[in-house]
């Protein structure tokens, strides 16, 4: 398993929010590029980059910064998104050098864009399963939908996705610990690779997560901008578990 640091955009600063709520706000850095660069050097694997701005304004709004985070973090690859509603949002992210787009609520509420998106950048989509409960979370967390999130993780499969990554929401950003029986249960039934998010404080929770069939990897946030969570102690904990 992989452990993916988070770096969440908001007004072209790296904050963490909690339970994705934008009253919520913690700021670490007014460099997100160095920030990125910082985790990288610490031996990450892969970045998580968010926009939230776009993920609040249902549009993107930071593009541009993050092709300098991609730029400066070379080879090391990128999945990002945030306010990915149409196909030419989707395009001009792919073209800034992103790895791998994460397409969210477009996603859950319309599955023809979601089939199209996969003919269009096959192996190059990442679906995000927002939870509370059972249910998909929508509009940068601010609605809930009728979806399940077993639902939108067949689709994903079905759209040729290459992950469902799975955020319990409740547990974002609280270090609680991550909903590791919910995910095990996604990854059983969904017949997608995996990546956990949300609630992780402890590098105990990592390995708890790294023990999941199916489970890829696990995005990391404010337990990391903290230091509850040292990244070289949680990769090593990952690799030797």
Known sequence: MIVVPAVDLRGGRCVRLREGRADAETIFSDDPVAMAERWIAAGAERLHVVDLDGAFAGAPRQTALIARIVEAVRPVPVEAGGGLRDLAALETLLQAGVAWAVLGTRAAVDPTFLAEAGRRFPGRLIVAADARGERVAIR?????????????????????????????????????????????????????PVLASGGVGTVEDLVRLAAVPGVLGTVVGRALYTGAVSLADALAAVKAA
């Open 140 to 192: 940068g967390w601010t609605e809930t939908g009728a979806l399940t999130v077993s639902e939108l993780g067949r689709r994903a499969h079905e759209a040729g996705a290459v992950a469902l990554l799975y955020t319990d929401v409740s547990r974002d950003g609280t270090g609680l610990g991550p909903n590791v029986e919910a995910t095990a249960a996604l990854a059983r039934a969904v017949g997608l």
